[in-house]
C-alpha cells in the first residue's frame, strides 16, 4: 500500500531551491524524507506560477533569480512532482470551501490549495506556514518540514 501523498507549499519549492535561506536544509531534508518513504509528492500550476512570481522579484533575504534559472526550475519541478491539473470542477470546490467560511481576501489562494488537494484525494501539506492553513484543521493535515 502506498504512503500518503503530501501535498508540497510554494514555500517548500522557494526554500528547498534558495541556498541562503535559513530554511534551504530543513526544506531539502522534508522533501528527501518524504520521498524515502515513497510518498507521491505534488504541486499544482498555481504553485508554478506562485514561484515564478517569488523567485524573479527581489527580496530583502534574497535577489531576484534571472527569469531563465526560474523558467528551468519550474521545468524540473514538473518532472520531478506529480502536478495536480486545474479542472473546471475544483472551482465548485474552492466556492464550496470560501462559502464555508475557510477565507475570503488574501485567504483565496490557500482556500484554493486545499480545493485542489481534495479533488485530487491529497489530505497532507507539507508548508513553513501552518498558521495560514490551521483553520483547514478539520479537513487536512499538516506535515512538519521537520
Known sequence: ?????VFIDTNVLIYATRRTASEHAA???ALARLEGEGRGLWISFQMLREYLAAVTRPQTAAPALPIGTAIADVQRF????????DRPVMLDRLLALLGAHYGAGRQVLDTNIVATMLEHGIHRLLTFNGADFRRFARIIELEPPQ
Open 27 to 29: 526544506a531539502q531534508a
Open 78 to 85: 514538473r518532472q520531478v512532482f506529480h502536478v495536480a491539473e
Open 1 to 5: 500500500m502506498a504512503a500518503d501523498p
